[in-house]
């Protein structure tokens, strides 16, 4: 009986451990994963190394100006309404000029008669003449009195020469007055250039192209000297502001290649920019950092003020 039961049992662990083995072979088959071909494993390495990043951003001008005046006083005329396209030197608006242009007429004349005088050389040239003339009365009165010493006395001969060196301090004098004139003339030229320098700056022109988008004055009002009197924008290349997180986004892996999204109605749409800029301030307290990148907008397809995001892989 004891031998039967022995039996018995040697058979069940036989079979327990034939089905063991099987099981194990079965899952050890179903765990093993046939190797991925070398292509595919450089393209899970691409894949895992581009990193997408986005970051928003607000479009704004590059250029934008608030053209002031550089004198006061009182709006006569504005050249451009609001949105009216203008180019740099186009006039936008014109002070009141009339005192500024008698101020121009005057510097003018007084320029005109400081040349004529300084043209007028008939002093120079009869002190020039009456200094040779006496010079030679001198030296012959004293070849005379050498020859025939009575016959020009000693009162005479000095009278002689104090009239020949007068006529030599006239021409020496003559010549001051001529370089007087001349710093005179010039003198009155710089007076004509600052009338005229003043009186072009009653007329008040843009720096920029771009677009007026304020006019801040109306004619008939006064403005004081640097006050805004329009504002304008150049919208054709613009710049969006976006902020980087130092401890998410390195400062060195930014590219310079990137893309602008922005939302049209229900549709986003993408427009290539340039990175230009990566602040090297860190906020000691955010730590953030700007960045700054150029979007070219030839066909005014974007507007400032514009939120989006900025694209771009690291």
Same mark, same amino acid.
């Given at each position: 009986?004891?031998? $039967?039961?022995? @039996?018995?049992?040697? $058979? ?18 179903? !765990? ?24 928003? +951003? ?41 005192? $500024? @242009? ?15 005088? &300084? ?15 006496? #010079? ?14 009575? @016959? ?35 003198? #009155? ?26 006019? &801040? ?9 640097? #006050? ?9 290349? &613009? ?6 997180? &130092?401890?998410? !986004? ?14 049209? +109605? ?20 955010? #730590? ?24 771009? @892989?690291?």
């Amino acid at each position: 009986m004891t031998l $039967y039961w022995f @039996s018995r049992l040697s $058979y069940a662990i036989c079979i327990t451990v034939c089905l063991g083995l099987v099981s194990q072979s079965a899952v050890g088959q179903t !765990l093993t994963a046939p190797p991925a071909p070398d292509d595919q494993k450089e393209v899970d390495i691409e894949a895992a190394e581009e990193v997408k990043v986005e970051l928003q +951003g607000v479009l704004n001008p590059i250029e934008t100006l608030r053209l002031a005046t550089r004198d006061p006083g009182i709006v006569e005329k504005l050249c451009v309404s609001v949105g009216d396209v203008v180019k740099a030197g186009d006039t936008i608006a014109i002070l009141d000029q009339k005192i $500024y @242009s008698a101020e121009v007429s005057a510097a003018n004349s007084e320029l005109a008669v400081a040349q004529e005088e &300084l043209r007028n050389e008939v002093d120079l040239e009869f002190a020039k003449i009456s200094y040779a003339a006496n #010079q030679k009365v001198y030296q012959r009165s004293q070849l005379a009195r050498q020859q025939f010493a009575k @016959s020009v006395s000693k009162t005479e001969l000095e009278n002689l020469r104090l009239e020949s060196e007068r006529s030599r301090l006239s021409g020496i004098q003559a010549e001051k007055q001529k370089e007087i004139k001349e710093l005179t003339a010039s003198l #009155q030229r710089d007076k004509l250039e600052i009338a005229m320098i003043r009186l072009e700056n009653r007329t008040i022109k843009s720096k920029i192209d771009g677009m007026v988008v304020e006019l &801040l004055n109306t004619p008939g009002e006064f403005v004081n000297a640097g #006050q805004p009197i329009a504002r304008i924008l150049n919208v054709d290349r &613009l710049r969006v502001i976006c902020s980087g997180r &130092l401890t998410e !986004l390195n400062p060195n892996d930014i590219p310079e290649e990137a893309v602008f999204k922005f939302k049209q +109605g229900d549709d986003w749409k993408s427009i290539d920019a340039k990175i230009t800029f990566v602040s090297p301030e860190i906020d000691p307290v955010r #730590q953030t950092y700007s960045i700054w990148a150029e979007i070219e907008n030839k066909n005014n397809e974007l507007k400032s003020g514009i939120v989006g995001k900025l694209v771009f @892989s690291k």
